[in-house]
Nanobody
Framework: VQLQASGGGLVQAGGSLRLSCTSS????????MGWFRQGPGKEREFVSA??????????RYADSVKGRFTISRDNAKRTVYLQMNSLKPEDTAVYYC??????????????????WGQGTQVTVSS
C-alpha cells in the first residue's frame, strides 16, 4: 500500500487548508486511516484518525485540534481528508498520512500503523 499526501502549504494564522491522502490499496475501505505530524524540534504526535468503514468510520482527534480539524474519507476515491480550519502557528509541521489494515493497538500510537505517506509541509504564519 502506498500513500500519497498533498495539500500542504503556507497559510496565515486563522486560515484553512485541506490535506488529502490517496491510497493505492484496493481494499481502502477496510483500513483505519490517520494523520500524524512533526513540528520543528518536536516529537511526532497524533492528530486525527478515522476507522475503517466496517468499524463505522468513527473519528478521533487530538485535544489540540478538536473543534478545528475534521477528518473524513471517500472510499470510492480511496482518499482520506483532513480539513484544517482556524490554523495556528503551532500547527506548523510536516503532516503524515498513515494506514493500518487491522487493529494493532491504540489509534493514537504511531507504531500501530504499518503504512506511512511521504509527508506534506504545513506552515502557518503569525
Amino acid at each position: 500500500v502506498q500513500l500519497q499526501a498533498s495539500g500542504g502549504g503556507l497559510v496565515q494564522a486563522g486560515g484553512s487548508l485541506r490535506l488529502s491522502c490517496t491510497s493505492s490499496g484496493s481494499t481502502f475501505r477496510n483500513y483505519d486511516m490517520g494523520w500524524f505530524r512533526q513540528g520543528p524540534g518536536k516529537e511526532r504526535e497524533f492528530v486525527s484518525a478515522i476507522s475503517s468503514s466496517g468499524s463505522g468510520s468513527s473519528t478521533r482527534y487530538a485535544d489540540s485540534v478538536k473543534g478545528r480539524f475534521t477528518i473524513s474519507r471517500d472510499n470510492a476515491k480511496r482518499t482520506v481528508y483532513l480539513q484544517m480550519n482556524s490554523l495556528k502557528p503551532e500547527d506548523t509541521a510536516v503532516y503524515y498520512c498513515v494506514a493500518r489494515s487491522h487493529y494493532a493497538g491504540y489509534y493514537f500510537r504511531s507504531e500501530t500503523y504499518r503504512y506511512w505517506g511521504q509527508g506534506t509541509q504545513v506552515t502557518v504564519s503569525s
